[in-house]
T-cell receptor
């Protein structure tokens, strides 16, 4: 089946640093979604990407839909302590297909 | 507009007990999903409902049943709970438009412990 690869499993950065995470697949996706999950909460949608090459920003977050349609990245600039959480990527192959999730990257931000 | 709501938020069961997890969405979405989240395993799909009146198995359906009661509500039932079903359960609903928008929204989760 389809799989999304996110690595490493954990990242540790200093407050104020930028961080980049990527998500890769052996399959093509038509939609890429990035979620953040705070401890004890459900995943919250951060950014949705629908077109190869698309670059979308949401505040300090920027995400891109890879040209090959097999990858996406999320960049967080000037990190702050509340950026701590698990970041999931998810891909959808089409209107009738289910979401495929990566296993998530746990981000820690040192003050 | 509450989005996706789930009840209960926490539950402790003994092995063999049954219970139903409730989920409702007020966004008029057609598709709804149940996932479980376990450490190191990510989100795994249990069952989904592409539209009112239909349900299908996901990746890990054994030990669960679902009911799509109406467009708003999608419940997950554990008939005879087992310790392996200790997990965090998330409900989600999906919005697709005719012009390519396709997003999925999650509820806050139910934390279930089976002793």
């Amino acid at each position: 089946g389809q799989q999304l690869n996110q690595s490493p499993q954990s990242m540790f950065i200093q407050e104020g640093e930028d961080v980049s995470m990527n998500c890769t697949s052996s399959s093509i996706f038509n939609t890429w979604l990035w979620y953040k999950q705070d401890p004890g909460e459900g995943p919250v949608l951060l950014i949705a990407l629908y077109k190869a090459g698309e670059l979308t920003s949401n505040g300090r977050l920027t995400a891109q839909f890879g040209i090959t349609r097999k990858d996406s990245f999320l960049n967080i600039s000037a990190s702050i302590p509340s950026d701590v959480g698990i970041y999931f990527c998810a891909g959808q192959g089409g209107a009738n297909s289910k979401l495929t999730f990566g296993k998530g990257i746990t981000l820690s931000v040192r003050p | 507009n509450a989005g996706v709501t789930q009840t209960p938020k926490f539950q402790v069961l003994k092995t063999g007990q049954s219970m139903t997890l409730q989920c409702a969405q007020d966004m008029n979405h057609n598709s709804m999903y149940w996932y479980r989240q376990d450490p190191g395993m990510g989100l795994r799909l249990i069952y989904y409902s592409a539209s009112e009146g239909t349900t299908d198995k996901g990746e890990v359906p054994n030990g669960y049943n679902v009911s799509r009661l109406n467009k708003r509500e999608f419940s997950l039932r554990l008939e005879s709970a087992a310790p392996s079903q200790t997990s965090v359960y998330f409900c989600a609903s999906r919005y697709t438009s005719g012009w390519g928008v396709d997003t999925q929204y999650f509820g806050p989760g139910t934390r279930l412990t089976v002793l």
